[in-house]
């Protein structure tokens, strides 16, 4: 029992040298008629667990957007991401990136479906099954201006990120009072072989949720993410975050 002590202790100690972030997402929508929708995210990321090693970091970013859903199995979106980070106490990056992308509902959806009388709930996009499987694929322009003396920079990069969403307690997400399972495995991977820390990453991220009402959405979910600075060398884990997300439709 006390080397299962000792090894638990000493791998808590090996865990926690690792980077955690805490992340957060407040995310507004408005649904226009039957397809169209625009939402606003904010997202404030922290380093709460910083390596010896390591600089102190933190971020924020601004996101509108805007979805059609052009068929029931196809989605067009649009992105806009400007983003402040404190790479280190001397140096502040602005990101600004434009992101077009197209999202695939494997398993499809009703479009447009009217579930209740209640016009606002009516214009709600339900999937057709118990389980959601969509696959989001992305390419976006980034844009970084340095208050140091790090050169500023513009990279393409290609994203594609593939969603799970599996209701506990409803035969369907769309129901009030649903709590589900969602998990994500996304990965980034740039159009070249920038000299940038992390260009190239993979995150799989898992958790809980649950939907009130029509109106607010919650998530705990769980992210570990690999990266590496160029395409020659291998993957290796960076860190980890504990993501908290509110969304409000109106």
């Not at 390596?51 to 805007?66: E, G, Q």
């Not at 499987?133 to 500023?152: H, I």
């Not at 009072?177 to 072989?193: E, F, H, S």
Request: charged share 25%; net charge positive.
């Amino acid at each position: 029992m006390l080397a299962l002590l000792l090894v638990g202790l000493s791998s808590r100690a090996a865990v926690a040298q690792r980077p955690f972030q805490l992340q957060g997402n407040v995310t507004f929508d408005w649904l226009k008629g039957d397809r169209l929708t625009y939402s606003f995210d904010l997202e404030p990321k922290a380093l709460i667990v910083v390596p010896p090693d390591s600089p102190d970091w933190r971020n924020l970013d601004l996101t509108p957007s805007a979805e059609y859903a052009a068929k029931n199995w196809l989605d067009l979106t649009g992105e806009f991401v400007a983003g402040c980070t404190k790479q280190t106490d001397d140096e502040t990056s602005v990101e600004l990136t434009p992101r077009v992308g197209v999202r695939f509902h494997f398993l499809s959806r009703g479009l447009p479906t009217i579930i209740h009388k209640d016009p606002v709930t009516g214009r709600e996009r339900p999937p057709k099954r118990r389980l959601v499987v969509r696959d989001w694929a992305r390419l976006e322009w980034r844009n970084f201006f340095y208050s140091g003396d790090t050169p500023n920079s513009s990279k393409w990069r290609f994203g594609n990120r593939l969603e799970f969403v599996f209701p506990l307690n409803r035969a369907n997400i769309a129901m009030d009072g649903t709590r589900y399972l969602q998990a994500d495995w996304q990965w980034m991977v740039p159009l070249g072989d920038p000299k940038e820390r992390f260009a190239n990453r993979q995150r799989i991220r898992a958790g809980l949720g649950y939907r009130r009402n029509f109106h607010w959405r919650f998530a705990v979910l769980y992210m570990w993410t690999k990266s590496r600075d160029t395409t020659g060398e291998p993957f290796r884990i960076t860190d980890s975050a504990l993501n908290l997300r509110v969304e409000h439709f109106f």
